[in-house]
């Protein structure tokens, strides 16, 4: 585990890159926006390579006008319709970045922020506080994410949050995993059902089964474009961090597994480049959809989850 100097934002705020190796993994993640920025993996001919769509200098991720890579996005994942959600009886007007809506914390959330780095055990803890208001986000919300490899070279990523008064939070990255064999890619998901979206992606409220559908993804399936929805999993909200699925690149032999304790995942297919975004989450538009697991965070409670990327080749 080392530290360097990877540059610094207009204003002289220095912003270090961290640089994890284990058992032939190597993984680098900048305390600007808690983005993953690298990882190095070998595909099935024992070539090593990066897996990510990320950028060589800062420069890259403050100009380009495709944001999110790599990042920690909160203080909430996804969309929220209207930019509004009613708590408690009072009603929260939040930064509208996303048309009429609110997406990924706003115009400055948790992925435009330089976060306070510490050491931890084969890995690094990102932390800050986000003060009451930020965004249109009541409470005051101190909030870490880890990144540790674990043994066998698995990069987990482990989230908590306290605050002092009733907010919401939903927390996940944004990396694009881009397996450096040009395709094409195979996607296995357990998940039997999905959130439809209306024409500007905020979910109807129903939850609709896969069966028969291009969302179907059960078995393993070959992954074109048009995707960004959130599919349910299966196992639901767990405590422990439990195996979804799978994206394999059939070009490289490079696989990327996930698991997590959320349950849901995003899966998002952009236009303009190679990459998958696969964003563990709680549901888009959650707080403004009971029925959807709940998001609410109180005074008292620990908001704590985990995904984990693991690694390997197919031949």
């Not at 006008?65 to 209207?82: M, S």
Request: with cysteine; hydrophobic share 35%; charged share 20%.
């Amino acid at each position: 585990m080392t530290a360097e100097l990877f540059g610094t934002l207009p204003d002289g705020t220095p912003v270090h890159r961290w640089v994890l190796e284990r058992d032939g993994m190597v993984v680098r993640v900048l305390t600007y926006g808690g983005i993953v920025q690298s990882v190095r993996t070998p595909d099935r001919d024992g070539r090593v390579g990066d897996a990510v769509v990320g950028f060589d200098g800062l420069a890259g991720y403050l100009d380009c006008p495709e944001p999110y890579f790599g990042a920690l996005v909160g203080r909430y994942a996804n969309r929220i319709a209207g930019g509004t959600f009613t708590l408690d009886g009072r009603t929260y007007a939040l930064a509208r970045n996303g048309g009429p809506h609110s997406l990924h914390g706003g115009e400055r959330g948790f992925d435009k922020r330089v976060w306070d780095a510490q050491a931890a055990p084969h890995g690094v803890r990102l932390s800050r506080v986000s003060p009451d208001g930020e965004e249109g986000f009541p409470g005051r919300v101190e909030v870490s994410a880890t990144y540790t490899l674990e043994e066998g070279g698995a990069l987990r990523i482990a989230y908590r949050a306290v605050t002092d008064a009733p907010t919401v939070v939903n927390l996940t990255n944004h990396t694009y995993w881009s397996l450096g064999g040009g395709g094409p890619y195979e996607l296995r998901l357990a998940a039997g059902a999905m959130t439809p979206v209306d024409g500007v992606g905020i979910p109807t409220g129903e939850i609709r089964g896969v069966a028969g559908s291009r969302f179907d993804f059960r078995a393993a399936r070959v992954l074109g474009g048009g995707y960004d929805h959130n599919f349910v999993l299966d196992k639901g909200v767990t405590g422990e961090d439990e195996v979804v699925g799978e994206l394999y690149d059939a070009g490289s032999g490079r696989v990327v597994t996930v698991a997590t304790t959320e349950p849901g995942v995003q899966v998002y297919t952009p236009d303009g480049f190679d990459g998958v975004a696969l964003e563990t989450q709680h549901f888009p538009d959650s707080p403004n959809r009971p029925e959807f697991p709940g998001v609410v965070l109180r005074p008292g409670e620990v908001f704590e989850s985990a995904t984990v990327y693991g690694f390997g080749v197919r031949e």
